[in-house]
């Protein structure tokens, strides 16, 4: 009978991920197959050195893997490392940029120092080279400080411009990240639109589960909707709109209206965008119109209206008369669309159509509202909505920001309290 031999798993060398595996112990042959067929004992003894070759092989394999093992752990530790680093080095660019003005400052307080002190150095030289003419060794040393200090400054001075290269990339970074003072205007206008209409929900019941908490967050931010979204209106008929933009008037209405927010940076804008498509969504303007409308008291006038298509011959209408919240919610509108086409006309949007469209809504200013004019406005709303106007001017401001022209530049000076809704 031959001895039964296993081969024993092959413990790992260095640490691994994967477990060693054992490598199952060879069968010893039957005593009958030995006795039945005697001249074979030598092939089983290859046979059986085929097996230690193949153990050998496998334990080879298996330290191969080990290495790949360790290999790939190796890089997922220099990747994490490398993920680490990065986040520092992002932690650190925000401390540079908080303080970037004060090294600035720092640097150049340096620089001074070190001139002074270069001063103060050849001074002692000169006198020591009038008290003492055998010090030579002294004056060497003196003269290779000089020369450490000028190396120095001049370091300094390469560090300084450096500075100052960092510093205007990081200003026209952050230029980039603070609103202008039109931008600055419709985020106050956007506001006082969710104020309104977040504040009509409460009082008419829509969506009464958020509708407080909504009100309580956009009025707080624009206490006045209303009177604001007006007067800009009211200051959008004036023709002497376009040319204020020069005027120290509009700059400091502009100033006034970001003073209400206390914020002029992008993610202002971000804010706000984010309630109108929440307040979309939600479909509360409709439900407030529905609600308004349902409301109307049910007498009837009697109006001539003039029919475009023929001129002079004027078509008697039937329109309802609005209730007072109705005709406050249609002048409020009103003043929303001629904001926002006399901006369309001063930035060139639509040029097609703008100045149509800003004197059709000019012209129905000092009017009192009826059904046909709540009709209109909802059809201007949807239309500019539809053309992306506000989309459009934002992009337009941002090409101002990154191509800056003399009438850009004009358009952004400050105003006064002359221009801005009170």
């Not at 153990?55 to 298996?62: F, K, W």
């Not at 040393?141 to 990081?170: D, G, H, P, W, Y």
Request: glycine share 4%.
């Amino acid at each position: 009978m031959m001895s039964v031999r296993t081969t024993p798993s092959v413990p790992p060398s260095k640490p691994s991920v994967r477990t060693p595996v054992a490598i199952p112990p060879i069968e010893p042959p039957s005593s009958r197959i030995i006795k039945r067929f005697p001249p074979e004992i030598p092939q089983l003894n290859s046979q059986d050195a085929g097996d230690q070759r193949e153990a050998s092989a496998l334990r080879d394999e298996l330290d191969m893997v080990q290495e790949e093992n360790e290999i790939l752990l190796d890089k997922l530790r220099r990747a994490e490392e490398r993920h680490e680093e990065s986040v520092a080095r992002a932690r650190e660019h925000e401390k540079q940029v908080a303080s970037l003005g004060e090294g600035v400052s720092l640097e150049a307080k340096l620089l001074s120092r070190k001139e002074a002190a270069l001063r103060q150095r050849e001074a002692a030289l000169k006198a020591a080279k009038q008290r003492t003419d055998g010090r030579d060794e002294e004056v060497a040393s003196l003269r290779t400080q000089i020369e450490n200090f000028k190396e120095e400054a001049i370091t300094a001075v390469e560090q300084l411009r450096e500075a100052e290269a960092e510093t205007k990339a990081l200003k026209s970074m952050t230029q980039r990240m603070i609103l202008t003072q039109e931008e600055m205007e419709e985020v106050v206008l956007k506001r006082c639109w969710l104020a309104r209409y977040w504040g009509l929900a409460v009082q008419h019941g829509t969506c009464a589960d958020i509708a407080v908490s909504k009100h309580e967050l956009w009025s707080a931010l624009a206490p006045l909707p209303f009177e604001v979204v007006i007067s800009a209106g009211q200051k959008a008929r004036e023709e002497s709109w376009e040319r204020a933009s020069g005027d120290p008037d509009r700059s400091k209405h502009a100033r006034e209206l970001s003073d209400l927010t206390g914020e002029g940076n992008i993610e202002t804008m971000l804010s706000v965008e984010m309630g109108l498509r929440e307040l979309a969504s939600l479909k509360v303007e409709d439900a407030v119109v529905l609600a308004l409308a349902q409301q109307r008291r049910p007498n009837m006038v009697r109006q001539s209206i003039s029919d475009s298509k023929s001129p002079g011959d004027p078509k008697f209408i039937e329109a309802f008369e609005l209730s007072e919240d109705e005709a406050e919610d249609v002048l409020f509108k009103e003043a929303w669309l001629t904001y926002f086409w006399r901006r369309a006309k001063v930035h060139g949007v639509e040029e097609d159509i703008a100045e149509e469209r800003l004197q059709f809504w000019i012209s129905r200013s000092g009017q009192s509202p009826t059904s046909h004019d709540a009709v209109d406005v909802e059809r201007g709303l949807l239309e500019l909505r539809k053309l992306g106007i506000e989309q459009q001017l934002w992009e337009a401001s941002r090409r101002e920001i990154d191509f800056p022209s003399s009438t850009t530049v004009a358009n952004h000076k400050p105003a006064t309290d002359s221009e801005m809704p009170s």
